[in-house]
């Protein structure tokens, strides 16, 4: 059984910094990949930035050049780090993995740019 623990949300100013963390228990965190999404109030989930166990990294075409998304398989941990935020921005983050048919996800951390 896989459990994904977020942290590192926050009320931040447009244009300021931010690191989210997702730390993994259960499985073999070093051959997954890992996946960020964010869900606005009154939108659909929407998938942000992947990094493979090789660490490839994929990005929305809304975040990159922004967000970095890495990891760390000795903490089994991927990290989100977030800058030049916009209130659009705004949303609960989730980090979410696959493993065979089943999917795992955290549950959420709460980001808010204010303008």
């Known amino acids: 059984q896989v459990q994904l623990v977020e942290s590192g949300g926050d009320l931040v100013q447009a244009g300021g910094s931010l690191r989210l963390s997702c730390t993994a228990s259960g499985g073999i965190f070093s051959v997954s990949g890992m996946t960020w999404y964010r869900q606005a109030p009154g939108k659909a989930r929407e998938l942000i930035a992947s990094?493979?166990?090789?660490?490839?990294?994929n990005y929305a075409v809304s975040v990159k050049g922004r967000f970095s998304i890495s990891r760390d398989n000795a903490k089994n941990t991927v990290y989100l780090q977030m800058g030049s935020l916009k209130p659009e921005d705004t949303a609960v983050y989730y980090c979410h993995q696959r493993q065979g048919p089943y999917d795992y996800w955290g549950q959420g951390t709460q980001v808010t740019v204010s303008s």
């Open positions: 990094i493979t166990s090789r660490g490839n990294t």
